[in-house]
């Protein structure tokens, strides 16, 4: 069973940066996708940004600019590198990680994730 750890998560004062790594302590499908995402308290889980196996990327609008996702998914290890941080950055962001089998079959497992505060 794939079993998916967060960590660099932490206090961070507005506009400094963290670098946050996902690893993968299983096997996952070699057609999968990594992703972020983040809850901040009292808001819906959002997706922040992806890592596909072919290489493509995207990005919530509130982060463009600002970070980037970095990875092998061959690894099944995922990063991201977070600038620039807002306090509205301020949330648990969950390592998050898909696999789709040769019948189709979607496997989705989700880290316990990494607490991400800024603040003065």
């Known amino acids: 069973q794939v079993q998916l750890v967060e960590s660099g998560g932490g206090l961070v004062q507005p506009g400094g940066s963290l670098r946050l790594s996902c690893a993968a302590s299983g096997s996952i499908s070699s057609d999968n996708a990594m992703c972020w995402y983040r809850q901040a308290p009292g808001k819906q889980r959002e997706l922040v940004t992806a890592?596909?196996?072919?290489?493509?990327?995207n990005y919530a609008d509130s982060v463009k600019g600002r970070f980037t996702i970095s990875g092998d998914t061959a690894k099944n290890t995922v990063d991201l590198q977070m600038n620039s941080l807002k306090p509205e950055d301020t949330a648990v962001y969950y390592c998050?990680?898909?696999?789709?089998?040769?019948?189709?079959?979607?496997?989705?497992?989700w880290g316990k994730g990494t607490l991400v505060t800024v603040s003065s």
């Open positions: 890592f596909t196996r072919i290489g493509s990327t």
């Open positions: 998050n990680a898909v696999g789709w089998l040769a019948d189709n079959t979607k496997m989705e497992y």
